[in-house]
């Protein structure tokens, strides 16, 4: 029985329907090995040896597809059609060599673009050998991303305190999220004014038109730059005698869009979807390895991971069949279109994305999908079935109007765009914030030449240029895809490492450059520049596509990388921090050290005068400091918005982030916000042991202001009585975070409760929680009461208890676990006795036990009541609850 090795078990479930009972499909669940995460796995002395490690979780898999293979006599691998498919296929041939399942079976090598009957039988009908060249590209981008990450982050971390990793592909990406934020910080608004004048057509039409010229001269958007230009055009239009001088009406056609490739799916989903580029990625595999659909399993897009936009013939005439029966004969045109990418580097060898069977209706699959998946197919389909509808036809007019007012001609112009025959803008629109034109759908009234206007009203409004827009995850894709930099497959995932190294955040679903990113660029671009520019990324990508094509060796393109590479590593071996430091301070000068707007020199120290500041690389992280110290103690946060400063002390000139918030009014001592070694914390006042509480985590420094530092210093603070003791219940900050107290009993305060806020009620019951081992009560019921069993000898009574890991016995100072097998409602007090004793470390005498178990037992134990906080110490393979007045509260 032939073996067919997939990478999920849907896909495995969806192709084993297909094929039947002939056949074994087995899934890898994607990768089954990859380079260890650790220096020496790629060797470039050694010609660039890799050495792999199976994944630790495969091994199992791995087994079951070996016997398999053993037992079969044929071997297909059906892996998914591009570069990481290749690689996974390959590398469950290697390891199936080196297990020896391989005998003389036939090895098979099969792709298929969508998940269909059809397709898999088709694709079994045309087997090929494993793709050499797309597996030597794999390994090249391997070993490059390898090499890059693991030689480049070390010199990171000596360098630039702080940083985490560096990246191929992820620090150019970081890169074009950096200058985007330089572009911003140095962006001067300049200002303009608009002249639109509302006018009135001798049959009462309304309509406005715009100031575009000037006594024979052109007038542009910024060319009226001052209040006083902009009030003397109006008081001549005000004066003037408005007449029609020409009526231009020209036809025109918009094409419609291409279906989705990887990177145009991920921008419009996340445009019009709100999904962000991983999560769309997830939602599209899903579609693609196939849904249930009245019991059967189908696969309703093709492979999502492209950057080709054609369709194949077959998949083409059934889209025109499909508009051919659903809409009338002007939207569909004669022949088919045909689509090329403008995308850089772009392969053409896979399809574009779209549904595998157009008849199949969003609204009939809807029902069988979630949310997600229904309005991510919707996209998908609409979009694929625009792309071969008939362009729309619009009428675009332009109307220009003379005015003559004391002497002065000025030009006015007013347009309008009307939609004549909708073709594929009927089922869809991209509506792209910078595709769409602002006259669409507004039509002008009828006018001819020579016509006389009457004026209604002039206005002169003011205007601002406004700086770039910061990239959000659908534009910053478009970017890197028109750089040529990356592959579709590796754009979401690129994405999610800034996030995840805090290089970057997201607000307002655009994407900002964190302090941290942008050190780590600016120190990128000074000392390894190469690396990060655009041209060289996107050239290397073309190497790799070359690789995949065999016009070049893996190896050679390596070896001339490494060349260059190792040696700017090598350069760096000396480089000094004040070398470093002086190549940031340059770099990120508008950012760091804004122009004041007074002239004065934005590094001129405004404490002492006379020291220059310069970044600082502390224990802490980056801060600013002044270049006198220890005279001068000035320092301030790092990025430009921390001008708030302080004159503290880190060991390095300062504490580094260091915000004053105002003055304490009881005492008059400053209060400061502080970036301390474990983390934000506000200080009242300075001197040796000044009074500090740390922000609880998940509180944001940024919305820490005076009054919430004063409430926080006033931890711990009385927030409830206790109902039956009548002592207060405290809440405060430790070691572990938030909690509540009452004597010494200590419960944490759960992720949602506020240490600020928290009620008396809510305090009460965590304590209550607490003390009853976790049982939550209200105060006033009875605690749940363990059976007695009778006197311990020495002194004490012994009792079963119900436990929060198992029933447990207590003579009132030791517990101790029952034994498995050992029923709580069966122990006896001879066995609780020996079992306290063991756990006390002290064996009970015999006949001290002998003549406690003679003792009838009490006929009720008093509840017991835990007082004290509990730590948990390993002795030997059991674990002791020891009493304590150490431990506050338990991390748990």
């Known amino acids: 029985m032939p073996v067919v090795i997939v990478e999920s078990p849907a896909k495995a479930q969806t192709i084993n329907k297909y094929l039947g009972s002939g056949y074994q499909v087995i899934a ?65 041939l290697e390891i199936l060599r080196q297990k020896r399942a391989i005998k003389d079976i036939p090895i098979e090598r099969v792709t298929f673009n969508a998940i269909t009957k059809d397709a898999v039988l088709k694709a079994m009908k045309a087997p090929r050998d494993i793709d050499e060249g797309l597996v030597d590209a794999y390994l090249a981008r391997r070993a490059l991303d390898y090499l890059v990450g693991f030689r480049l982050s070390p010199v990171l971390w000596r360098k630039l305190p702080g940083a985490r990793s560096a990246g191929r592909v992820q620090s150019v990406a970081l890169r074009l999220v950096c200058d985007r934020e330089l572009e911003i910080e140095r962006f001067v608004a300049r200002e303009y004014w608009s002249l639109i004048a509302t006018l009135a057509t001798p049959r009462g039409d309304i309509f406005e038109a715009r100031l575009v010229g000037a006594d024979g001269k052109k007038i542009q958007r910024l060319d009226v730059g001052t209040e006083k230009e902009a009030l003397a055009f109006r008081a001549a239009l005000d004066q003037g005698r408005y007449v029609v001088a020409s009526v231009e009406a020209k036809p025109a056609r918009r094409n419609p869009f291409p279906p989705f490739t990887t990177s145009t799916l991920q921008q419009e989903a996340s445009r019009k ?80 994305i779209r549904p595998t069977d157009p008849f199949r209706l969003p609204k009939d699959v809807a029902k069988f999908l979630d949310s997600e998946q229904a309005r991510l197919y919707e996209l998908i389909w609409k979009r694929t079935i625009a792309s071969q509808m ?100 590796t754009y979401a995932a690129t994405l999610a490492t800034l996030r995840d190294r805090d290089y970057v955040s997201i607000e307002k679903k655009r994407l900002k450059a964190e302090d941290k990113g942008r050190l780590v660029t600016a120190f990128l671009e000074s000392f390894f520049a190469r690396y990060v520019e655009y041209d060289f990324t996107a050239a290397l990508e073309e190497k790799l596509d070359r690789i995949s094509n065999h016009e070049l060796d893996w190896k050679e393109v390596l070896r001339d990388f490494w060349k260059d590479f190792s040696a700017a590593i090598d350069g760096t071996k000396e480089l000094r921090t004040t070398q470093v430091l002086d190549a940031l301070n340059d770099l990120l000068a508008p950012h760091i050290f804004p122009d004041r707007g007074d002239g004065s020199n934005p590094r001129q120290c405004q404490v002492c005068g006379t020291g220059t500041l310069s ?37 390095n000139g300062g504490e580094a982030g260091t915000k004053k918030l105002g003055a304490d009014p009881d005492t008059g001592l400053d209060v400061t916000l502080r970036d301390g070694r474990f983390g934000p914390y506000v200080q009242l006042g300075e001197g040796d042991k000044p009074k500090r509480t740390s922000l609880p985590k998940g509180m944001n420094p940024a919305g820490i202001d005076l009054e919430r530092a004063l409430a926080l210093l006033a931890l711990p603070r009385e927030v409830a ?107 006896t007090l001879e066995q609780a006795i020996e079992l306290i004793a063991a756990k006390g470390g002290k064996a009970a005498p015999a006949k001290k036990v ?43």
């Open 390 to 489: 008939a362009q729309a036809e619009l009428e675009r007019t332009t109307v220009d109007i003379l005015v003559e007012a004391g002497g002065r001609k000025l030009d006015l112009r007013a347009t309008g765009q009307v939609v004549k025959f909708d073709g594929f803008l009927t089922l869809y629109n991209e509506d792209r914030d910078d595709d769409g034109d602002d006259e669409d759908g507004k039509r002008l009234p009828g006018m001819s030449a020579g016509e006389n206007l009457e004026k209604k009203s002039i206005a002169a409004t003011q205007h601002f240029t406004e700086p770039p827009p910061r990239y959000s995850e659908a534009t910053l894709i478009k970017r890197m895809e028109e750089l040529g930099i990356g592959r579709p497959s």
């Open 850 to 892: 002998a003549a406690a178990a003679k003792k009838p037992a009490a006929a009720k134990a008093p509840a017991s009541k835990k007082t004290a906080g509990t730590k948990k110490v390993a002795t030997g393979k059991a674990k002791t609850i020891i009493d304590s007045d150490e431990v506050p509260f338990d991390k748990d």
């Open 721 to 827: 009585v206790h109902p039956e003791s009548g002592k207060p219940i405290l809440v405060g900050i430790g070691r572990y975070g938030p909690y509540v107290q009452h004597e010494r009993t200590y419960a944490n305060l759960d992720k949602d409760d506020d240490v600020l806020s928290i009620g008396a009620n809510r305090a009460i019951d965590l304590i209550h929680t607490k003390e009853n081992n976790g049982a939550g009560r209200r105060f006033g019921a009875a605690a749940p009461a363990g059976r007695a069993l009778g006197d311990f000898p020495g002194g004490g009574k012994v009792e079963v208890r119900p436990g929060r890991y198992g029933a447990y016995v207590t003579n009132g100072k030791v517990n101790a676990t029952l034994p498995k097998g050992v029923a709580a409602d069966a122990v």
């Open 615 to 651: 970044l600082k690389l502390g224990k802490r992280g980056p801060f600013i400091g002044c270049s006198n110290y220890p005279e001068c103690r000035y320092t301030r946060n790092f990025s430009a918005s921390g001008e708030q400063a302080s004159e503290g002390e880190n060991g």
């Open 273 to 352: 979807l709100g999904l962000s580029p991983n999560r769309t990625m997830q939602v599209a595999q899903r579609l693609y390895e196939g849904v249930n659909l009245n019991g059967e399993q189908v696969g309703l897009i093709t492979y999502m991971r492209t950057d080709g936009v054609d369709m194949a013939p077959e998949a083409i005439a059934a889209v025109r069949n499909m508009i051919g029966k659903s809409y009338a004969p002007p939207y569909l045109p004669e022949t088919p279109r045909k689509y090329t990418t403008k995308a850089k580097n772009a392969q053409e060898a896979h399809e574009a």
């Open 28 to 92: 890898s669940y994607g990768h089954v090995r990859d380079l260890p995460a650790k220096d020496g796995s790629v060797e470039p002395d050694a010609d660039f040896t890799m050495i792999w490690e199976n994944d630790a979780k495969a091994g199992k898999r791995l087994t079951d597809i070996a016997n398999a293979v053993k037992a079969s006599d044929k071997l297909i691998l059906a892996t998914d059609p591009d570069r990481e498919g290749e690689a996974i296929s390959w590398h469950v």
